[in-house]
């Protein structure tokens, strides 16, 4: 589900949303709450022919390969219990920048549309959490619930060719906004040595971003993870 909304609105949203998803106690453990997992995460995200332009004279969709989308951020897991089987809440945001030149192509490639663009995404997450411990330096988790994708493109100068073929690009241009509602689900296993962990985690999302002339977005692809953090 994709909503097409105003800068002001997406930055109030914005605010909300990390205000929700941010665990209580960061620097200490409550003492009525299991332990609290922080992970910061690296990874990456192949989204493929990810990025769709609609023709609006013959309705042909034509396709974009997007290529890989770095991402950045964290998550945090608070359990509600300590021990070999834990369970809880987590919550957390990614974001991804990237800066191109986007190149569509018709199915029978008798022409293209490209658009030289900067395109900037929030992904926002907040769910129930499972944790496994079989051993003292050694935890597997799964993680799923809500996740709301917010993205901006700039488009900064659009052409076809071959010129006057294709109509797609007179209207698009300047800066868009759009909200992806979804849900998400990850797992990953880490490795804890006083109290520090890395490891790795993946993590796919149903979010998709259509704005009101750039195309839609489609942000399902898996994303694979580095992480490294701490155990509170």
Do not use: C
Not at 13 to 32: K, M, N, Q, T
Not at 36 to 41: A, D, E, I, K, T
């Amino acid at each position: 589900m994709t909503y097409s909304v105003k800068r002001s609105k997406i930055i109030t949203l914005l605010w909300l949303l990390l205000w929700l998803v941010s665990p209580p106690g960061l620097a200490e453990r409550d003492p009525g709450y299991g332990p609290l997992y922080f992970q910061g995460m690296l990874g990456v995200l192949d989204a493929g022919n990810a990025w769709t332009l609609e023709d609006p004279h013959s309705g042909e969709v034509l396709e974009s390969d997007l290529g890989k989308l770095i991402y950045g951020g964290g998550m945090a897991q608070q359990m509600t219990r300590d021990g070999v089987f834990e369970y809880g809440f987590e919550g957390g945001g990614l974001v991804s920048w990237k800066n191109s030149n986007q190149t569509f192509y018709a199915s029978n490639h008798v022409f293209a549309v490209s658009l030289d663009n900067d395109l900037f995404l929030v992904d926002l997450s907040f769910g129930g959490a499972l944790s496994w411990r079989p051993l003292k330096p050694l935890r597997f988790y799964l993680g799923g619930g809500a996740a709301i994708a917010i993205g901006t493109v700039n488009i900064v100068d659009s052409s076809v060719e071959p010129p006057g073929d294709a109509p797609p690009a007179d209207d698009i241009g300047g800066r868009e906004w759009a909200v992806g509602v979804g849900l998400y689900a990850r797992g990953g296993v880490e490795f804890i040595i006083r109290d520090f962990t890395f490891g790795v985690s993946v993590r796919q999302a149903s979010t998709k971003l259509e704005f009101d002339n750039a195309g839609e977005i489609d942000l399902t692809a898996p994303q694979w993870f580095l992480t490294v953090g701490k155990r509170i």
